[in-house]
């Protein structure tokens, strides 16, 4: 053990977030508390992994030869824990940036989360830059005595009783690394045991990649090695349980649920590769929700590389987690070429073809599971859709739509839809919403529901996107039934009793239309689709980028979309009615007010409605009153 020096030791404030984080964590009574141990040893293997990766390139370190591992000692009597580990170490200016303080950002975050209770609590630590300071759940006073790797720098020593200040000193370390002294509180003395150490080093870090040794104080050995270490991912998968796959996820990502998929991948051709790929149970997990450092943990030999690595899965994968370890990549590779060596383009390859044929095969065996994940991460795939042109063909099978025939509680998919077609049908027909419920009350729809057309529903804002790329699906073209000049067969006559807006009325009544909407629409025309609606607005044929603009509400702040054609239907009620009052009373009051709501009751149903609803609700009133006058 290091011998900290008589030295004076300087007195230093914690910054105001870390007092009230401190005051957080020193408090308190959770049951996890053992969580503590699996952060100071997550703290060990990176700064063995940072040393490991140093000396690929360095030689001169302090203690070149000193094996790379963990020690943990334990003093049942006075009740404090030695933790110990051989890597890269810490000068002060070290000790003063990574144990007193915390970055703001990080520290709110967490106080914010914190609030929540007990359980976000025990879920959040270590996800803001905070897990070290865990130790205070189980801690009266920490020392921590370090050396850096550096053969110029002096051993530090820093020491703090979880309160307002900390303490920085000289202190006498020949050894490379960190050792961190716990004296524990008076009601956390279950943790001076070695049973106990090592029954949280099972569940929390037994994949750890370097030894952990662990021992009483009193027992002259070094200490046996309690974790398996063995990498799950370089095992072969008939070898390794179902549940040593969730056990290793859960230490991964610290997600208190298992997750839905994992694909454990090894081949040696075309590229060398060892890995496991996880997909979570949900997008959204608590605290740890998608971070903005996603990406796998990316291994060379057993030799981590870069903990997020973005360029092993395509973009719209980045919900995946997981390891990828391989021999082909150099050891002295460094952060910055892995992006441009090719093997890394070579284990994309692979590694997304694997994965898309495992989501494929759980959709084709469990239909209720692949439902689970279309909730969670559907989008995803769509994204993939448009940006990913080499698997598209993989990606597009794993769509799933609602349609006018499935309605909002089943599925299907474009190859089940192209089975179940009309026999005269030449294309695949689509309308674009802004929610489920708007698309189904679509005006659109009218002919396609009278003739048994199938049509599916994109409410999505990404699926504008999608779909823009997505022209064509096994030699069938895909149409928007918004477009105004699809090539269908005109709706069979009415019935003579139903009524119909004679020619010079219904012209009249489309120049009224004109006049009260004026540049709000492009032009104003009789519908030959509408069935039960009383009008529609379609595309011009000129709005080639039609299916973007949902999407572009979306991203655009101050988007406004290109005026619609307003199609009427002639045989309406609403329509008809209109029609008379226009040609027997043009001065009534209730004309221009209809035309609007009309209007405006469109843009609604697609999402595009842009008016003041002050206005909206001023105007139904006074229809409101007018109707009950009658």
Avoid: C
């Amino acid at each position: 053990m290091s011998d900290p020096v008589n030295s004076t030791l300087d007195s230093l404030e914690y910054r105001t977030e870390v007092k009230q984080l401190l005051d957080i964590l020193a408090h308190s009574l959770y049951t996890d508390r053992e969580i503590f141990l699996r952060e100071l040893i997550s703290n060990a293997s990176d700064a063995l992994n940072r040393v490991q990766f140093e000396m690929l390139t360095n030689h001169e370190v302090v203690d070149p030869e000193r094996e790379l591992a963990i020690h943990i000692e334990v003093d049942p009597d006075a009740k404090v824990i030695t933790i110990r580990d051989s890597g890269i170490g810490m000068n002060r200016d070290e000790l003063i940036e990574n144990l007193g303080t915390i970055a703001h950002s990080g520290a709110r975050t967490f106080l914010q989360n914190a609030s929540k209770g007990p359980g976000a609590l025990e879920e959040i630590i270590g996800q803001f830059g905070v897990g070290f300071y865990s130790v205070f759940m189980v801690a009266e006073e920490v020392t921590v005595i370090s050396r850096s790797y550096r053969p110029q720098d002096a051993a530090a020593r820093w020491q703090s009783k979880g309160d307002s200040r900390f303490s920085l000193g000289t202190a006498e370390k020949e050894d490379r690394g960190t050792e961190i002294r716990i004296q524990l509180k008076e009601d956390a003395g279950e943790f001076a045991s070695t049973w106990r150490l090592e029954s949280i080093i099972k569940k929390h870090s037994d994949y750890v990649s370097f030894p952990i040794y662990l021992k009483a104080q009193e027992d002259k050995e070094e200490g046996k090695v309690v974790n398996r270490r063995t990498a799950l991912w370089r095992q072969s998968p008939s070898s390794v349980e179902a549940d040593q796959y969730t056990e290793f996820y859960k230490q991964l990502t610290f997600d208190d649920q298992p997750p839905l998929l994992h694909v454990h991948l090894v081949a040696d051709a075309p590229a060398n590769v060892r890995s496991i790929l996880y997909v979570p149970s949900r997008r959204e997990r608590g605290a740890l929700r998608m971070q903005p450092e996603y990406g796998l943990h990316l291994y060379s030999r057993k030799v981590l590389i870069q903990n997020h690595n973005r360029d092993l899965l395509p973009e719209y994968l980045r919900f995946v987690e997981g390891v990828v370890d391989s021999e082909d990549l150099p050891l002295n590779v460094s952060r910055e070429t892995v992006q441009s060596n090719p093997i890394t383009r070579q284990l994309r390859k692979a590694l997304t073809n694997r994965l898309l044929k495992e989501l494929k095969t759980l959709s084709e065996q469990d239909t209720e599971k692949y439902i689970t994940f279309w909730h969670e991460f559907g989008i995803f795939l769509k994204e993939g859709v448009a940006m990913d042109m080499a698997s598209r063909d993989q990606l597009v099978d794993l769509l799933r739509f609602h349609s006018t025939r499935t309605g909002p509680d089943a599925w299907v998919t474009l190859r089940e839809y192209v089975e179940r077609m009309q026999p005269d049908q030449k294309v695949i027909y689509y309308v674009v919403g802004d929610s489920l419920k708007s698309v189904m009350r679509s005006p659109h729809l009218d002919y396609f529901r009278k003739h048994d057309l199938e049509v599916l529903f994109l409410a999505d804002p990404i699926d504008g996107f999608m779909v823009s790329s997505l022209r064509e699906y096994g030699e069938k073209q895909l149409q928007n039934v918004d477009d105004a000049n699809l090539d269908l067969p005109e709706t069979p006559a009415k019935e003579e009793d139903v009524e119909s807006v004679p020619d010079d009325a219904f012209d009249k009544l489309v120049e009224r239309v004109k006049q009260v909407l004026g540049d709000r629409i492009r032009a104003v025309r009789e519908g030959k689709t509408l069935v039960d609606s009383p009008a529609r607005l379609v595309s011009p044929d000129d709005d080639t980028a039609r299916d973007l603009q949902y999407i572009r509400r979306v991203l655009e702040e101050n988007y406004v979309a290109p005026a619609k054609v307003l199609e009427l239907n002639r045989h309406h009620p609403t329509v008809t009615s209109l029609a008379r009052l226009v040609e027997t009373d043009e001065q009534n009051e209730l004309i221009d007010p209809v035309i609007e709501q009309l209007f405006d009751n469109l843009q609604l149903l697609e999402g595009a409605y842009s008016g003041s609803p002050a206005d909206m609700v001023e105007r139904i009133q006074r229809l409101m009153a007018a109707a009950l006058r009658q």
